[in-house]
């Protein structure tokens, strides 16, 4: 298993930020990599008010802030990850976007760095593909949000050695998680079976069975789930929901995950949850 000091982190939106949170809090120097400036610069203020929040409600101390916020750098350049140890590929849902980026990280990062993707279903063989050390490359897979979910799936494709795996385990290990080892399927174990239920939900609602407030309230109340299916699709993001399911869909041919109409109108639309500020629900 390969020792591990410094993280990079690629993808400055919902889930790059709050995978910067964790690996800096493990202890890990984080460079997190935006496209743009301003992108750069927001990803530190988000984790700056975000560890202000948890120091005012008591759960870390201010010197733990500082010491969190000390430990994370941000930039707009990729060559700034040329001397971490691994580098977790966070950005958006779409596989020629990652091929092109895990070719051009591979030219960067040193030989023996790992480099992993946070992908939710897309085949991690293909990005293992797009570099030359495919033994080299798997997949983490954190839940949002990051800081908050327990579980990791780590990502075996046929490519990865088994010094990768290990190393990526350790390193969700060291991160306070619950790794699991999964092989290279679409959507790994927790995308494939909850999206099949997200789908029919936005499914029931074309129907009109019920409201999309009353269903949402009925899998809080009779399933003792902590949110129901459209506020989780609101959370996740109704983007990367449909390429969810269109990877899903693509891989398996199954017509559960063939996404319904509505999820695609509303993305077409710019609906794409709370990040837009409307969703199914307006935020
Ligand atoms: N949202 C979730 O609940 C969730 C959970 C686990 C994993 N993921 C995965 O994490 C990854 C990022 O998802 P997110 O929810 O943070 O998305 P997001 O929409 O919040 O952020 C996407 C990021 O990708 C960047 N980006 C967009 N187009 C790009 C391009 N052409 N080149 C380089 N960067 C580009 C954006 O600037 C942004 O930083 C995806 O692979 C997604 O499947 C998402």
Do not use: W
């Given at each position: 298993m390969s020792e591990l000091s410094s993280v990079g982190i690629v993808g400055s939106g919902i889930m790059g930020s709050g995978l910067a949170e964790v690996a800096a809090k493990a202890g890990y120097h984080v460079t997190v990599r935006s496209r743009s400036r301003d992108g750069a610069t927001t990803v530190v203020a988000t984790l700056h008010a975000a560890l202000d929040k948890q120091v005012a409600g008591g759960r870390l101390e201010a010197d733990e802030r500082d010491a969190v916020v000390g430990r994370v750098r941000s930039t707009?350049?990729?060559?700034?990850?040329?001397?971490?140890d691994l580098v977790i590929e966070s950005v958006v849902e779409d596989l020629p976007t990652k091929r092109a980026l895990f070719t051009e990280l591979e030219k960067i990062v040193k030989p023996s760095a790992i480099l992993a993707t946070n992908t939710s279903t897309l085949p991690v063989v293909e990005l293992a593909m797009a570099t030359e050390r495919p033994d080299q490359v798997c997949g983490i897979h954190f839940f949002n949000p990051a800081p908050a979910m327990r579980l990791v799936e780590v990502v075996r494709p046929i490519t990865a050695s088994d010094d990768t795996i290990k190393t990526a385990l350790g390193f969700v290990t060291t991160c306070g998680k619950s790794g699991i080892e999964v092989v290279d399927r679409a959507g790994f174990v927790v995308n494939a079976l909850l999206f099949p239920y997200l789908n029919n939900a936005v499914r029931m609602l074309e129907h009109g069975t019920a409201s999309m407030e009353d269903i949402d309230a009925a899998m809080c109340g009779?399933?003792?789930?902590?949110?129901?299916p459209f506020a989780l699709l609101d959370l996740v993001g109704l983007d990367t929901s449909l390429a969810i399911l269109d990877a899903l869909y693509a891989e398996f041919r199954d017509p559960n995950y063939a996404a319904v109409p509505t999820l695609r109108r509303k993305v077409a639309a710019g609906q794409l949850g709370r990040k837009s500020g409307a969703g199914f629900y307006r935020y």
């Amino acid at each position: 298993m390969s020792e591990l000091s410094s993280v990079g982190i690629v993808g400055s939106g919902i889930m790059g930020s709050g995978l910067a949170e964790v690996a800096a809090k493990a202890g890990y120097h984080v460079t997190v990599r935006s496209r743009s400036r301003d992108g750069a610069t927001t990803v530190v203020a988000t984790l700056h008010a975000a560890l202000d929040k948890q120091v005012a409600g008591g759960r870390l101390e201010a010197d733990e802030r500082d010491a969190v916020v000390g430990r994370v750098r941000s930039t707009a350049q990729l060559g700034d990850l040329a001397d971490c140890d691994l580098v977790i590929e966070s950005v958006v849902e779409d596989l020629p976007t990652k091929r092109a980026l895990f070719t051009e990280l591979e030219k960067i990062v040193k030989p023996s760095a790992i480099l992993a993707t946070n992908t939710s279903t897309l085949p991690v063989v293909e990005l293992a593909m797009a570099t030359e050390r495919p033994d080299q490359v798997c997949g983490i897979h954190f839940f949002n949000p990051a800081p908050a979910m327990r579980l990791v799936e780590v990502v075996r494709p046929i490519t990865a050695s088994d010094d990768t795996i290990k190393t990526a385990l350790g390193f969700v290990t060291t991160c306070g998680k619950s790794g699991i080892e999964v092989v290279d399927r679409a959507g790994f174990v927790v995308n494939a079976l909850l999206f099949p239920y997200l789908n029919n939900a936005v499914r029931m609602l074309e129907h009109g069975t019920a409201s999309m407030e009353d269903i949402d309230a009925a899998m809080c109340g009779g399933c003792n789930f902590p949110m129901g299916p459209f506020a989780l699709l609101d959370l996740v993001g109704l983007d990367t929901s449909l390429a969810i399911l269109d990877a899903l869909y693509a891989e398996f041919r199954d017509p559960n995950y063939a996404a319904v109409p509505t999820l695609r109108r509303k993305v077409a639309a710019g609906q794409l949850g709370r990040k837009s500020g409307a969703g199914f629900y307006r935020y």
